[in-house]
């Protein structure tokens, strides 16, 4: 069985903190790692992908990939209001998706 | 650029009905896949196509649930007999290929009353 852990939350941080957002997965051979943000009600949004060790930015998206510990992390700087939702870890082998729970983050003015 | 598109947005149904869920991928998307997604829990895989053809259906729970893509396009999931379990978000994803990102619409909130 194919698994992917996050900590439900919720995770609090104030406004203009860093959130540290954490996953770990079960399956080796997993090849691309992604991060999506799911507001409620709303679809899974993707706005990180990372495939080899190491950090990859976009903005003040800062994913972290290990593979040897088989865990993947997302750091969030200059956290907003806005940035309140539900953060989906995924890994694939090359097709499906295999999702973690999701972390439900809060940032508090 | 236009997304995934999938209809209908609510679906309200009695047990025992038939239904059928319609994904549109983003154009020049050759892989699609369906997921389905409970209340405080993450997407779940149901099945991928690659083209025309079913790659992996290993994710339908029970030969109740049936998609197709006849035309390598636009593919409907379809759901004989439901169930009160079968409720959830139906989510339709779409991506250029094995292996790289996938797109999601906004899904179908199946209620089975």
């Known amino acids: 069985q194919k698994e992917v852990e996050q900590n439900s939350g919720p995770l609090s941080v104030p406004e203009g903190a860093i959130a540290s957002l954490n996953c770990t997965y079960s399956?080796?051979?997993?090849?691309?790692f992604f991060w999506y943000r799911q507001y409620s009600g709303k679809s899974p949004e993707l706005i990180m992908s990372?495939?080899?060790?190491g950090d990859k930015e976009d903005g003040r998206f800062t994913a972290q990939l290990n593979k040897a510990s088989q865990y993947v992390s997302l750091l969030i700087r200059d956290s907003q209001p806005s940035d309140s939702a539900t953060y989906l870890c995924a890994v694939t082998a090359g097709n499906m998706l295999t999702f973690g729970g999701g972390t439900r983050l809060m940032v508090k003015p | 650029g236009a997304g995934v598109s999938q209809t209908p947005s609510n679906k309200v149904t009695e047990k025992g009905k038939y239904v059928e869920l319609r994904c549109d991928p983003i154009s020049g998307h050759t892989a699609l896949y369906w997921y389905r997604q409970s209340l405080g829990q993450g997407p779940e895989f149901l099945i991928y196509f690659q083209g025309t053809g079913a790659a992996d259906d290993s994710g339908l729970p029970n030969d109740r649930f049936f998609a197709v893509r006849p035309e390598g396009s636009v593919s409907t999931l379809k759901i004989q007999r439901t169930e009160r379990g079968d409720s959830a978000v139906y989510l339709c994803?779409?991506?250029?290929?094995?292996?790289?990102?996938?797109?999601f619409g906004d899904g179908t909130r199946l209620s089975i009353l």
């Open positions: 994803a779409s991506s250029l290929g094995y292996n790289q990102p996938q797109h």
């Open positions: 990372i495939y080899s060790n």
């Open positions: 399956d080796r051979v997993s090849q691309s």
